[in-house]
């Protein structure tokens, strides 16, 4: 099973045991560092609880077990994805329009290979951002990384 396939199928039975809680998917990631790794970030309003992040594992362990769709040993882990989560889906950005993002682009934007500014929208593929008063349009798959940005 591929990594996306692994993924695919995680955000299935993910969706399947939280339908009926306030819980929300964000992601799930699939890889492999020193050990495989399968990730599931979560969120809810208010913000996640280790006993939600338990109840998760604990109904998908034992989905996982019964299935046994992945051959490598991981490690799995339930978490929150944390207060400078990345913008992955467009619904993220549609959630965090208003939000100051970081957005981290391959190539320099205006000379510099990180902008930070407030997200305006995300329309045909285009990343609607104010930067310094200023409004901008970056093509989303000129983009390595965008991410909640924290000021502190």
């Not at 309003?45 to 051959?71: F, N, Y």
């Not at 959630?95 to 990180?114: L, M, S, W």
């Not at 200023?134 to 502190?152: E, G, W």
Request: net charge negative; hydrophobic share 35%.
């Amino acid at each position: 099973m591929s990594g996306n396939q692994v993924e695919n199928l995680i955000e299935s039975l993910v969706a399947k045991i939280i339908e009926q809680t306030p819980l929300e998917l964000v992601d799930v990631e699939y890889t492999k560092e020193q050990d495989w790794y399968l990730r599931v970030f979560l969120d809810k309003p208010g913000g996640l609880e280790v006993e939600d992040c338990q109840q998760v594992s604990d109904q998908l362990g034992k989905r996982l077990d019964e299935l046994d769709p992945i051959k490598e040993s991981f490690i799995l882990e339930i978490s929150s994805p944390g207060l400078d989560r990345p913008l992955k889906k467009d619904k993220d950005f549609r959630r965090h329009i208003g939000d100051k993002v970081e957005i981290h682009t391959f190539a320099p934007y205006n000379g510099q290979k990180t902008v930070v500014g407030k997200l305006l929208g995300l329309e045909n593929n285009d990343i609607h951002v104010d930067i310094d008063g200023t409004a901008h349009s970056i093509p989303r798959d000129k983009t390595s990384q965008v991410r909640l940005y924290l000021d502190f």
